[in-house]
């Protein structure tokens, strides 16, 4: 079973983040670094949307950007009772095409799925293509900062009587082309029914140097800066969660 498949198990499992604090990090760097008004959003990859109400509730467009379509039915669903300017579009986000442009994009919690060098270039032409010139694309843990860190991450959610037991663990694939897959379960316990989903999804490991020469060989952004832990004060640790911006040319 693919965990991405059961989005209000997946909702549960990663609802640990302050989104109010992420959101706020948002608003920091357009402020610090956009060259544009933002008023439209774009997510990638974005499962079940973790920041739409915090955004819609300070006056943001919202483009949801999934290839999952279970995730964007849950997303969607979820969403029905918020007022708005709310989209929703089952695309690959590294072959993507918008009939409007926006004024950032951003992705979360690593969840960028090109796999190859090749992949990562034709992945910032699309982006280039949806975003206002000066405009921001911000990417939430997709550098990795500790080379082939393949220890396992584990932890536990509970809400309105559902348990979700989460244990998150990279497994190396190739070395060479620094691939992992992306290895997933949750032990689930929903009000006394049982289940054990795992999922496997292939990420390419990206590093500091190589992702900035990869942003020049592209030509179509330049970069700001690393953060730490949703703070804009606070330079990029090895121990943290990442952040790179970027900013159209």
């Known amino acids: 079973m693919n965990a991405y498949k059961y989005p209000q198990y997946y909702d549960l499992a990663f609802s640990y983040r302050d989104i109010k604090v992420e ?3 948002l608003d920091a760097i357009i402020q610090k670094f956009s060259l544009i008004p933002v008023v439209k959003m ?21 483009t949801g950007l999934d290839l999952n379509q279970e ?7 979820s969403s029905t009772n918020l007022e708005g300017d709310i989209q ?13 442009k926006v004024d950032l994009v951003y992705v979360l919690l690593g969840s960028f799925y090109a796999k190859s060098n090749k992949e990562c270039l034709q992945h ?10 000066g405009g921001l694309y911000m990417l939430d843990e997709v550098v990795f900062f500790n080379l082939f860190d393949d220890r396992p991450s584990q932890w ?17 694939v190739d070395p060479t082309l620094q691939t992992h897959n992306e290895y997933l ?19 390419k490991f990206y590093f500091p140097q190589e992702f900035l020469s990869l942003v020049e060989q592209n030509g179509k952004f330049e970069f700001i800066g ?18 790179v911006v970027l900013r159209k040319k």
């Open 226 to 243: 690393w953060f730490d832990d949703f703070n804009i004060e606070r330079p990029a640790t090895a121990t943290g969660r990442q952040i």
């Open 88 to 100: 929703f579009t089952a695309q690959d986000m590294n072959d993507f095409h918008l009939t409007y």
């Open 71 to 77: 995730m964007i039915d849950y997303a969607a669903t």
């Open 124 to 133: 910032f032409d699309r982006v280039a293509d949806s975003l206002n010139q």
């Open 156 to 172: 536990t959610m509970e809400e309105n009587g559902v348990e979700v037991k989460v244990t998150y663990k990279p497994e190396i």
């Open 185 to 203: 379960l949750f032990d689930v316990n929903d009000r006394g029914r049982r289940r054990r989903i795992e999922s496997r999804v292939l990420h």
């Open 42 to 62: 774009l997510e990638l990859a974005s499962g079940n949307s973790p920041y739409l109400p915090e955004l819609v509730r300070r006056n943001y467009s919202y």
């Open 23 to 25: 959101v706020d990090f």
